[in-house]
């Protein structure tokens, strides 16, 4: 069993110039300043969420522990652009080279998809297991989505990471996750705070998956 996490940050200013929407005001808004304000907080939320869209955002970082307690992988390169090739062929590789389940938080929705369209961009070949049956609507039974134990038979049915630990008295996560593109790139203190986090969602995920008795 391997508990796993990614980390995303947002593209490059260059890179981002070509994938930027064009920005317009709401329809009744006359005044000028009001207009530019509009304008303006439209274009800040559209950075402020790069970092979550494959369109815009990259992978920095993957975490990976595994259950019988093994030392923790943490890829990151220091939150280097041009490694991402590098640290989402190691993911692949050792989802090929071993027959263990992934298990993570929100990992069928939003971390293999990720995975999966920034490797389109960079030209990778993921493996063709990642998928059931070649089917691209269903990912492969090995990962497990801790999130499918809260939704149960309501796939609407959302929980943050925090607030699951918390409901299965476990000590949450600290809110840091729109920081971590910055810590990783950051002195030697960020970096090690960056990496606790990234290790503290995967531990998480372990003591969640225990819990809760998969």
């Known amino acids: ?59 920095c970082a993957i975490g990976m522990l595994h259950h019988e307690g093994e030392k923790p992988e943490l890829i990151h390169y220091k939150g280097n652009p041009e490694y991402e090739r590098n640290i989402i062929l190691k993911f692949w590789n050792t989802f090929v080279n071993n027959d263990e389940c992934f298990v993570g938080f929100n990992t069928n929705k939003f971390d293999i998809p990720f995975l999966i369209k ?10 063709p297991r990642v998928f059931s ?32 630990a918390i409901h299965c008295g476990l000590q949450p996560k600290e809110s840091k996750g729109h920081l971590f593109h910055k810590l990783i790139t ?8 960056a990496e606790e986090y990234l290790l503290y969602d995967c531990q998480l995920c372990v003591d969640i998956y225990n819990k809760i008795g998969i």
């Open 186 to 193: 950051g002195n030697a203190e960020e970096v090690k705070e």
């Open 133 to 164: 049956k070649g089917n691209v609507k269903r990912l492969n039974s090995r990962f497990i989505d801790l999130m499918d134990y809260w939704s149960l038979t309501d796939y609407k049915e959302r929980i943050s990471l925090k607030n699951l």
């Open 1 to 59: 069993m391997i508990f796993f996490d990614i980390e995303t940050s947002p593209l490059t200013a260059a890179e981002m110039d070509s994938r930027m929407p064009e920005f317009t005001a709401r329809g009744n808004l006359k005044d000028e300043a009001k207009i530019k304000a509009d304008i303006e907080e439209k274009r800040n939320k559209f950075f402020d969420n790069a970092a979550l869209d494959p369109f815009t955002g990259r992978v």
């Open 118 to 127: 920034r490797s389109y961009a960079l030209d990778i070949t993921y493996p």
